[in-house]
């Protein structure tokens, strides 16, 4: 879940919490960035984060390394209807497009 929602729908039983991310699309994001680097083989081990712009992809890669000495880039963007959509890839060392 990473489309910005009021923080209530976070979580919830509804269907909403298939896409509810939170104040910004962070909220569920932001708890997934610290299960990245424990399940993150070393030291080929590469993730897959798609982002919406609202999510702030940019920022995502510089905590992801700054905190966890895990590098990212974006991998992709592409227009879906009315957003933005960005693949992130994670990796130990540095990881090429």
């Known amino acids: 879940p990473y489309v910005?929602?009021?923080?209530?729908?976070?979580?919830?039983?509804?269907?909403?919490?298939?896409w509810a991310g939170g104040v910004?699309?962070?909220?569920?994001?932001d708890r997934a960035l610290p299960?990245?680097?424990?399940?993150?083989t070393w030291p080929d081990g590469v993730a897959y984060v798609i982002t919406v712009d609202e999510n702030r992809?940019?920022?995502?890669?510089?905590?992801?390394?700054r905190e966890y000495g895990i590098v990212g880039v974006p991998l992709m963007r592409r227009r879906a209807r009315n957003?933005?959509?960005?693949?992130?890839?994670?990796?130990?060392?540095?990881?090429?497009?």
């Open 24 to 29: 910004d699309g962070r909220v569920v994001v």
């Open 83 to 97: 957003e933005f959509l960005t693949v992130l890839k994670f990796g130990w060392a540095r990881v090429e497009e």
């Open 4 to 18: 910005p929602t009021p923080n209530t729908e976070v979580g919830g039983n509804s269907i909403e919490a298939s």
């Open 35 to 40: 299960q990245i680097t424990e399940l993150l």
């Open 57 to 65: 992809p940019g920022e995502i890669c510089d905590v992801m390394e």
